[in-house]
């Protein structure tokens, strides 16, 4: 916790799906990210960390299980919150 | 009741029917959702579905709250979907609902595969028989915003068409920028308008009032002078101007070198009063030196005629002295 706390980031739980997961070849990573950031922000950090820059332009970020609809508003992390990264969906 | 589940094996529809099936519906209506042999002329084998699962689950559980608003007669809600291998012709879908009528049930499994497809973060890969590795799907329901500059650009504009019958107020203007550019846009023209109306509030000139000397003193103004503008008659310049007849003051001032020289002119005459020159000749002498010609001739009338040739030569070069001289007689 004092390491982290003198860095002024926090660590939180990233887990990629479908096509993002076959990119980052992992389904689950650790990332140290500022406690408040931009959606869009965390998006861009999370393409040029886990290679994603095939599908950057069609994903989306849910934040605890809830989308996050818009990538210019701020958003509030704890430690160990969840980060997904969602490619288009294809339900059904 | 609503029945919400994932599950890793077959769907047995016999059993979801079971669960939503009541003894006060009419209507059970069911959709089966079932993996197609083919994509785009590729053999598909099979399908492979992956979800996130607790929030998959969260989010059907939405579509069924979704359902009960706008249909409240429902009874019954199942939404099952499969996961992990699904093979051609089997079930990776079922969803099911059971109503007192018809057409809540039919309409409320229509509304909720569409909601499902675009919303629940489930996907699935085609695995194709000469493609082993397959390929991600994306449904056309699911609206993820795109935010490439270039997909933007290629926004297909026929999706939502302009409504030519909507009037607006001609004043409106539709201003396409950020809000800090728009109030740089607002702040300059709020200093342009000051500047304009703080040059209006300049006035070169006064406007001209009356004599009375209190109206012009109550008047309030920013003039820089205390002129007035007066335009006369066939004048191209807009000033009056006015003559001025001092009697007095520094013009006037006396030329001292002249009344000096007279001075010393009228001492050399006393002196030369014992050389016995003649006073007409003395002040011939005077005329001439005023008009700057000096004679040695001794013969008065020679010298009389080289003055009248003198005032005719004058006369001649500048003859508004004549006319100014000859109208005061």
């Not at chain 2, 001794?298 to 001289?325: A, G, T």
Request: proline residues 3%.
């Amino acid at each position: 916790m004092n390491e982290e706390n003198k860095s002024g980031t926090i660590n939180i739980n990233i887990l990629f799906f479908a096509k993002s997961r076959e990119l980052a070849k992992t389904s689950r990573a650790v990332f140290a990210v500022e406690p408040v950031v931009q959606a869009g922000q965390l998006l861009k950090q999370l393409v040029d960390r886990f290679d994603l820059s095939a599908i950057s332009n069609c994903i989306i970020l849910a934040h605890n299980e809830n989308y996050i609809e818009n990538l210019d508003e701020d958003i509030h992390l704890q430690q160990a919150d969840e980060i997904a990264v969602i490619p288009p969906i294809s339900g059904g | 009741m609503d029945y919400i589940k994932l599950v890793s094996n077959k769907i047995d529809i016999q059993q979801v029917h079971n669960l939503i099936v009541d003894d006060g519906c009419g209507a059970c209506s069911m959709f089966v959702g079932t993996t197609r042999d083919t994509f785009e002329g590729k053999k598909v084998i099979s399908l492979e579905y992956e979800a996130y699962e607790n929030m998959a689950l969260k989010e059907m559980s939405k579509i069924c709250s979704e359902l009960r608003t706008r249909w409240p007669i429902l009874k019954h809600i199942a939404i099952y979907h499969r996961l992990g291998t699904v093979p051609v012709r089997e079930e990776s879908v079922v969803i099911a609902t059971s109503s007192p009528h018809r057409a809540a049930a039919l309409e409320s499994v229509s509304f909720a595969i569409d909601e499902l497809k675009s919303r629940v973060p489930i996907w699935k890969k085609e695995i194709y028989e000469e493609d082993p590795v397959g390929e991600w799907k994306e449904n056309k329901e699911c609206q993820w915003p795109q935010h490439s500059k270039s997909t933007l650009k290629a926004f297909d504009f026929s999706c939502c068409p302009i409504d030519q019958t909507m009037t607006s107020d001609n004043k409106l203007v539709q201003i396409r920028v950020n809000d800090s550019d728009l109030n740089r846009r607002v702040d300059c023209f709020l200093k342009r308008k000051r500047d304009e109306i703080n040059l209006y509030n300049i006035n070169d000139f006064k406007k001209q009032s009356s004599n009375d000397d209190a109206d012009l003193t109550e008047e309030i103004s920013c003039a820089r002078t205390q002129s007035f503008l007066v335009k006369q008659q066939q004048s191209k310049g807009h000033l009056k101007v006015r003559r001025a007849n001092n009697n007095s003051g520094p013009q006037m001032r006396p030329n001292y070198s002249l009344q000096l020289n007279k001075l010393m002119a009228s001492q050399q005459r006393d002196n030369n009063q014992t050389e016995n020159i003649s006073l007409p000749s003395v002040r011939l002498k005077n005329i001439e030196t005023y008009m700057g010609i000096s004679s040695d001739d001794n013969n008065i009338l020679n010298r009389i005629k080289e003055l009248e040739n003198r005032i005719l030569l004058l006369e001649s070069s500048s003859p508004e002295y004549k006319y100014l001289v000859s109208n005061k007689h």
